[in-house]
């Protein structure tokens, strides 16, 4: 595997469900980040970790728990959530947090909440 | 405030022709870094292209350059000789130089481009 992964890349959930979403990367880099893409709505960001540290919270729901076991991976923990949740939710990496450093995403989880 | 401004929510281009994306950018930080992203329908966000504030040529990458004017607070991508692979949503970004703001990536709500063969 290179670069960033997640899955999985489809899942659908009724409200009252629990699911994890899990990102990869593959690059040695020290940040991970968690972005939701919602229809006709820029990136969100809603989640950044540096060193498994997380170092941005983004006003998000309670109902979203990130969680960062190691600099590899990322996990976005799912419980009781609502319908305008249903989007892209997309995983990022990068080397650091200079200016320079672009982020490298995986290919997504298309989440559908019913 | 927005801080990316992306004004083109659709456009077409000839198969071979140019074509430029617009951006342009809010921010009071001197120190500053703005960046190009493409998304095919795939969903994955590839990373295009990068220009730091104090760089004083525009980045280019191949097929991509970035006509920077920074007076003007905008980074317009310009991509040269288009193919019909590169029919995608185009993302402009930007990150501060700020403390723990240097994190963040705020995007652009980005341009549906579609080439035409």
């Known amino acids: 595997e290179t670069g960033v992964t997640q899955t999985p890349r489809h899942l659908v959930m009724g409200m009252t469900n629990k699911k994890s979403l899990k990102c990869e990367q593959h690059l040695g880099h020290n940040a991970m980040y968690w972005y939701k893409q919602s229809a006709k709505k820029p990136l969100e960001l809603m989640f950044v970790y540096s060193l498994e540290e997380r170092v941005e919270n983004n006003s998000v729901p309670s109902r979203f728990s990130p969680e960062c076991p190691n600099s590899s991976h990322l996990f976005l923990h799912l419980h009781t959530l609502q319908p305008e949740d249903s989007a892209l939710y997309l995983c990022?990496?990068?080397?650091?947090?200079?200016?320079?450093?672009?982020?490298?995403f995986g290919p997504g989880t298309r989440l559908t909440v019913t | 405030a927005q801080k990316i401004t992306q004004t083109q929510p659709g456009m077409f281009v000839q198969e071979k022709e140019a074509v430029t994306l617009d951006c342009t950018y809010d921010t009071s930080d001197q120190s500053y870094g703005l960046f190009w992203y493409k998304q095919p329908s795939s969903g994955e966000m590839i990373f295009l292209i990068y220009q730091g504030s104090y760089d004083e040529q525009n980045a280019t990458e191949g097929r991509y350059s970035l006509n920077f004017q920074k007076a003007r607070k905008s980074a317009n991508l310009v991509i040269s000789a288009s193919q019909l692979g590169d029919s995608a949503m185009y993302f402009c970004?930007?990150?501060?130089?700020?403390?723990?703001?240097?994190?963040?990536?705020?995007f652009g709500s980005g341009t549906r481009l579609l080439v035409r063969p």
């Open positions: 990022a990496s990068s080397q650091g947090p200079g200016l320079s450093y672009e982020q490298y």
């Open positions: 970004a930007m990150r501060e130089g700020q403390g723990d703001s240097s994190y963040k990536l705020i």
